[in-house]
């Protein structure tokens, strides 16, 4: 079992930048692959970034590609999502998850994860 909480969301202007942190208790990340998702009112749970179990490559999708990078912390109790110049299409609710038995082909797959967040709320207006 591993225990997820999301923070850094806020409200930020277009262009702007923020920082999410996941963070895990209960297992070392690095045992689970790693994703974030984000949902905006009325829409399906979408794919953000993934990062393979015990592995260090990440995927991204294209919408958010050479804006937001995801990357975990030395001690591997802690994935994060950069994410720079934000547009406004990207407020959403934005949610960590994790599972340890996913092949690469399903990490973009919210219904292939068992473990999830509360989720953090990212607002990008003027």
């Known amino acids: 079992q591993v225990q997820l909480v999301e923070s850094g969301g806020g409200l930020v202007p277009p262009g702007g930048s923020l920082r999410l942190s996941c963070h895990a208790s209960g297992r070392p990340l690095n045992t689970y692959s790693m994703g974030w998702f984000r949902q905006a009112p009325g829409s399906e749970r979408e794919f953000v970034a993934a990062i393979k179990r015990g592995g260090s490559s990440t995927y991204y999708a294209d919408s958010v590609k050479g804006r937001f990078t995801m990357f975990r912390d030395s001690a591997k109790t802690t994935v994060y999502l950069q994410m720079n110049n934000l547009k406004t299409e990207d407020t959403a609710v934005y949610f960590c998850?994790?599972?340890?038995?996913?092949?690469?082909?399903?990490?973009?797959?919210?219904?292939?994860?068992?473990?999830w967040g509360q989720g953090t709320q990212v607002t990008v207006s003027s």
């Open positions: 998850a994790a599972d340890q038995f996913l092949i690469t082909s399903s990490l973009s797959l919210p219904s292939q994860y068992d473990f």
